[in-house]
């Protein structure tokens, strides 16, 4: 179940000591979770020496995720002799988190690191519908014109392809609306959350090109062109030196 906003389960439990349906479980029962308490447990029937119980798991604040996950043990004990119990594992699932965020070697790319496989919520689009599906307004702005975003394979990796005129610095924070992202079993789905971008791990200078002529005599007018591979916008600073 999820770590949060847990849903409630069904549990189908043998030679359970329970009279009747008046009976109050608690004061029979101890349902824990590891170490937690369940935060609620109902009988909802018991007949032929079967009892169904609800539960509603507390959340597992000890718990070490790893890909999203965590597992614990599920026990069931008699409250007048606790060594009377029955076990089982449980699975806690956390909603998707950003591991990191940075730049790529030339600026012109954005790599998104998750803790797990994501299951998109409604499905992956392409492109920039896919941007505009993950990102808030604020951070969509800063990607420029017509960004777009892919998934890797295995959906642990997002790739932001920057368009034209992007802005997106260093420092500044990725937006993430609530509710796009969720486990790979769709149990729990991402709050709204935020991550400070990095900047390159191994930035590469960008290449410029600068096409004219070699020599030029001092009565001549000169044109020089000079153009760089980048969605981001140049600026250049022209000056002549007379070295004669």
Known sequence: GPNRGANVLNLRVTNLPIVGMGVQVSDILVV??????????????????????????????????????????????????????VSVDHTYWRSPRVVSSSLGSLATTVMVSMDQSVNRVGGVLEGSNECSQIFGGQTLILFGLEPTCSWTTDSTTLQINLGAGTSIMPGNFLVFKAGAMATANGLAANEQMSNQLAAPEFPIVLSVVLEGPSTVDMCSSLSLRATAASSRAVLYNWACYDNA
């Open 32 to 85: 824990n979770f590891g170490p937690y308490t369940a935060a609620s447990v109902k009988l909802l029937s018991s007949s032929n020496n079967i009892a169904v119980l609800s539960v509603v798991p507390p959340e597992c604040k000890i718990c070490t995720f790893i890909q999203g996950s965590a597992t614990i043990r599920l026990t069931i004990a008699l409250r007048s002799d606790p060594s009377i119990s």
